[in-house]
Every structure is written in C-alpha cells, then in structure tokens.
C-alpha cells in the first residue's frame, strides 16, 4: 500500500525568501503525485500534479514540483514567498494500478507560515 | 458552475443526536468523495462514489457513519449516533472521470458533538 510523509508539519519563512516543502511517499507501482493547498476556513484546491512526462512540473501562483523516482519525492518549491501563500500544504500520492480506481492518500500538511 | 456546496457550514449538537452532512457536487462529476479532518489524524477519505454507487467505503469509522448518493446531484453523510470524537471538519468533493482528476473541495462542515 502507498503512503505519504510530509517531513515538516510547520515552515516559518519571511517575505520574498524562497521554501521547500518535502514529500516522500512509499508505493511498489507507478505513482501519480499531486499537491493540495488549503487556505484557512477553506476547502483543498489543486496546487500541481504529476501524471507523466517531465519530472519537473509547474503550478498556480509560482510553485513547482520535482518529481523524483530514485528518492521518491516530491517536494514543493517557490522561489519568493508571499504573505498570500501562508496555508496548508497537502502532498497526495495515487497508484497506478490497472485493479484500482485510484483513490488519494493525502500526507498529513505542512503549514507555511510567511511573515513579513 | 457554483461549485461543490455543503451544508451546514456549521454544526453543533449533542452526543447521542443523529447529524446529517449533505452535499452537492459539480454538475457532471462521475466522483464524490466525503473526507474527514481533525488535528490528530489528518484528512482521510471516508468515502467515495463514482456514479451515484459507492465504491470504497474502508474509511467509515464504524457503523454509526452512513453515507448515501441517490442521485447525481446530491449526497449525504450520516452519523447516528454521535460521540464527541466526531467533532472534525468534513469535506465533500468531486471530480471528472477518475480520482486523479482535479478533486473539487467544498467549504467543509465544522462539526462540534458535545
């Protein structure tokens, strides 16, 4: 069975100053990979996904990902961080296996907190 | 499109009380999905449904939790009866055709069992 770990539960950065949030995940099949972003009192929203081809994929509001198969991760970058950005980070992981509908299994956040 | 909408926003009631969460997904979404969430355990699929049938329901807690779609465009999640652990926020959601798509989140019900 898949498994995801999110290693930090809470990132403090300052304005402008660029962050990493780690994901690793643990799966014996292909993966599909996404990235969630909740902001407070709301709902998750799609950040980025990975499905296939370049390992390195591009997301709303300046975040990208890289996928890394070797190391198994998926970790979250910005270069320059804004006030607006402090939220929930979600880290998903989805098999692909032809005798599965594909269900996700969300890590357990990482909360970025950007001060000024 | 309005969205997935969920209601109450707010929940509040008595341990032993029966609660009923109800949503709406996207028009033409195959997938609903009901996640919990709570400090402790993080988000975790309760349930979900593609076509109006439930497909896996392994997350459900136990048999106080129900979960029905009798139609596309609405769904509700049951809890009779409820315990104070079940205080949480729960999300419904949905997507297109597969899991994998873009899963749409509703604001989330808040909801406090005293």
């Known amino acids: 069975a898949q498994s995801v770990t999110q290693l930090d539960s809470q990132v403090p950065v300052f304005e402008e100053a660029p962050v990493e949030l780690r994901c690793n995940y643990s799966s014996s099949v292909s993966v599909y990979l996404f990235w969630y972003v909740q902001y407070p009192n709301q709902g998750l929203q799609l950040l980025l996904k990975?499905?296939?081809?370049?390992?390195l994929v591009k997301g709303i509001n300046g975040f990208e990902a890289e996928f890394n198969k070797s190391q198994t991760s998926f970790h979250l970058r910005k270069p320059s961080v804004h006030i607006s950005d402090t939220a929930e980070y979600f880290c998903?992981?989805?098999?692909?296996?032809?005798?599965?509908?594909?269900?996700?299994?969300f890590g357990k956040g990482t909360k970025l907190s950007v001060k000024p | 499109d309005a969205g997935v909408i969920q209601s109450p926003r707010h929940e509040v009631t008595e341990m032993g009380q029966e609660v009923t969460l109800r949503c709406k997904p996207i028009?033409?979404?195959?997938?609903l999905f009901w996640y919990r969430q709570t400090m402790m355990r993080g988000l975790e699929l309760l349930i979900y449904f593609n076509n109006n049938v439930p497909i896996d329901d392994s997350g459900m807690p136990e048999d106080r939790f129900s979960a029905k779609m009798p139609n596309a465009s609405f769904s509700t999640l049951k809890i009779q009866p409820s315990e104070p652990r079940d205080s949480a926020v729960y999300f419904c959601?949905?997507?297109?055709?597969?899991?994998?798509?873009?899963?749409?989140f509703g604001p989330g019900t808040r909801l406090t069992v005293l």
């Open positions: 990975y499905l296939s081809g370049s390992t």
């Open positions: 998903a992981v989805s098999d692909f296996d032809g005798g599965s509908q594909g269900n996700l299994i």
């Open positions: 959601a949905s997507s297109l055709y597969s899991p994998r798509d873009t899963q749409y």
């Open positions: 028009s033409g979404h195959d997938y």
